[in-house]
């Protein structure tokens, strides 16, 4: 069936330091990619999106974009900041809408 | 802004009770959702419906029945709860077909439900 597979954290990084969390999934479809984002304390809530290949999602200064090739769609940021520590969850919709495990992502000052 | 609700944000409940989360959305979305979410395990799917009175088998429905009687409310059932179904439980709706348009899925805050 349809899956995700995501890179096991935790990360920690400093502030300003490069983010990259690898993020592969398995489909037999045309599925919409996603990153969703998991605040400390709150629920979840879209980051961005992508729904065909070679689309490249964007929010906060997050990027990701949707690798039909390589199935791939990894998230990046070129300069984090102590409020991007957070969970990071994959995910992939086609009939239903599956997700990674998740990346724990802590950046200090 | 769309908005979904469960009925509670905390529960402890014993082994053996029959236990109900609740779940109701306002966006008049097709879709609906149960995961659990388990640290090192991220959201494992549970059960979901894309329509009143129907429901799908996720990844993990052992143990857990679903029940959608209304479009905007979807509740996960545990018939005789067990120490193993400690987790957090997340409710999510969406509109129908969420692959092929340009939309997304909308989460509620959980229910961490304590099992003793």
């Known amino acids: 069936g349809d899956s995700v597979t995501q890179m096991e954290g935790p990360v920690t990084l400093s502030e300003e330091a490069f983010l990259t969390i690898n993020c592969t999934y398995t489909a037999t479809g045309y599925p919409s990619l996603f990153w969703y984002v998991q605040y400390p304390g709150e629920g979840l809530q879209l980051l961005l999106k992508a729904t065909k290949a070679d689309d490249k999602g964007s929010n906060k200064g997050f990027e990701a974009t949707y690798r039909k090739e390589t199935t791939s769609f990894h998230l990046e940021k070129g300069s984090v900041q102590v409020s991007d520590s957070a969970v990071y969850f994959c995910a992939l919709a086609d009939y239903k809408l599956s997700f990674g495990a998740g990346t724990t992502v802590t950046v200090r000052a | 802004d769309v908005k979904v609700t469960q009925s509670s944000r905390y529960l402890v409940k014993r082994t053996g009770e029959k236990v109900f989360l609740e779940c109701v959305q306002d966006?008049?979305?097709?879709?609906m959702f149960w995961y659990r979410q388990d640290p090192g395990l991220g959201l494992r799917l549970i059960y979901f419906?894309?329509?009143?009175?129907?429901?799908e088998k996720g990844d993990i429905p052992e143990g857990y029945s679903v029940s959608r009687e209304k479009k905007e409310r979807f509740s996960l059932i545990l018939e005789s709860a067990s120490t193993n179904q400690t987790s957090m439980y997340l409710c999510?709706?969406?509109?129908?077909?969420?692959?092929?348009?340009?939309?997304?899925?909308?989460f509620g805050q959980g229910t961490r439900l304590t099992v003793v």
């Open positions: 999510a709706s969406s509109p129908l077909m969420i692959e092929q348009l340009n939309t997304e899925a909308f």
């Open positions: 419906s894309y329509d009143v009175k129907m429901k």
């Open positions: 966006m008049d979305h097709e879709n």
